[in-house]
């Protein structure tokens, strides 16, 4: 149980396109997701709290307007980077939360930008 | 505000030999203390979590954690080091309940090594 899947794992793109990615709770329901960026060989930074049925709480120095989310169910959160640049290529992370001491963490999603 | 402090980005253990994993934090509140391992490429495993109540905890694969308040650590253990135990751990402290919606501060992060 508790499984966490992102959609897609890997993703290529030209500068200027966005790119959506997808994280879903397979098998438990989650108000709060959260999302991760981490760069090689780094720890994750937590870039926004993304609640159901309300608008994303991001952290400080993270784009609102770049990073849109979109948290549509109780088991779905949407992450999509906006006119992307090289700069944005990372590894992006979710997790969601079926209680409050627990978060399950997805595979992750390689974004890279050309 | 909350911290996180990994000593050590790289230990290097031989097969069998103790694995120790050092995490020391800041909490200006009571703190939820979890260790995350994580394989190349893939998301983040949840090895064990201690919210409240016994400080001895026991996770998967061997590990453990003790939470020391007086020494404001979280340090994870494990008495045999396998060669499948290579991978990054991480510590996180969360402000627990009825502080900052459960957001997770994440270390430095810490590559284990196993030798054979």
């Known amino acids: 149980g508790a499984v966490v899947s992102q959609h897609p794992s890997r993703v290529i793109c030209k500068s200027g396109t966005s790119v959506k990615i997808e994280c879903r709770s397979l098998?438990?329901?989650?108000?709060?997701m959260f999302w991760y960026r981490q760069f090689p060989k780094q720890s994750l930074m937590l870039m926004a709290t993304?609640?159901?049925?309300?608008?994303?709480?991001?952290e400080q120095g993270v784009e609102k307007d770049k990073f849109l989310i979109n948290h549509a169910s109780l088991t779905l959160s949407t992450l999509t980077v906006t006119s992307a640049h090289p700069e944005d290529s990372s590894f992006y992370i979710c997790?969601?939360?079926?209680?409050?001491?627990?978060?399950?963490f997805g595979p992750g999603t390689r974004l890279t930008v050309l | 505000a909350q911290s996180v402090t990994q000593l050590g980005s790289h230990v290097s253990v031989s097969e069998g030999a103790l694995v120790l994993l050092r995490c020391n934090y800041s909490?200006?509140?009571?703190?939820?203390l979890f260790w995350y391992v994580q394989y190349p490429n893939q998301g983040l495993q949840l090895l064990l979590k201690?919210?409240?109540?016994?400080?001895l905890v026991k996770g998967i694969n061997g590990f453990e954690a003790e939470f020391k308040k007086s020494e404001t650590s979280f340090h994870l253990t494990k008495p045999s080091a396998h060669m499948s135990d290579a991978a990054e751990y991480f510590c996180?402290?969360?402000?627990?309940?009825?502080?900052?919606?459960?957001?997770?501060?994440f270390g430095q992060g810490t590559e284990l090594s196993v030798k054979p």
């Open positions: 996180a402290v969360g402000a627990g309940r009825g502080n900052q919606g459960g957001k997770l501060i």
């Open positions: 201690y919210t409240t109540g016994a400080t």
């Open positions: 993304s609640n159901e049925g309300s608008k994303a709480t991001y």
């Open positions: 909490s200006s509140v009571p703190p939820y």
């Open positions: 997790s969601a939360r079926p209680s409050y001491d627990t978060q399950y």
């Open positions: 098998d438990f329901q989650a108000t709060t």
